[in-house]
């Protein structure tokens, strides 16, 4: 078997496992798509790197926390730039306070 087809089957396995799980039920914002296309990126620099495909937890944990950030952040950017939500103040600690524009 060659190493690109082991990654993809490692990815439908890991993908499966995750369905059958409920993660995504956990984790509404994780794009499934983008969380494989960054778990096959990872398993061919771990080949490159160490000729060997295997993800550590540190290497899963920090995938599914970028991808799940990068789509919150998406979610968020697309709120404020439809006025669904609206920039209200700042706090005592600097923070940008936003609240629902309900005149929408």
């Not at 950030?69 to 936003?98: H, P, Q, W």
Request: proline residues 0%; aromatic residues 10%; negative net charge.
């Amino acid at each position: 078997m060659n190493i690109l087809t082991e990654i993809i089957e490692t990815a439908d396995y890991i993908m499966e496992h995750f369905e059958k799980d409920g993660f995504y039920e956990q984790f509404i914002h994780c794009d499934r798509f983008k969380l494989r296309r960054e778990f096959e990126i990872q398993m061919q620099r771990n080949w490159e790197q160490l000729e060997n495909i295997q993800l550590t937890e540190e290497q899963m944990l920090e995938i599914i926390a970028r991808v799940t950030s990068e789509e919150l952040d998406n979610a968020f950017t697309k709120m404020i730039m439809s006025g669904k939500i609206r920039f209200s103040s700042v706090d005592s600690n600097g923070e940008l306070l936003y609240k629902i524009n309900n005149k929408l």
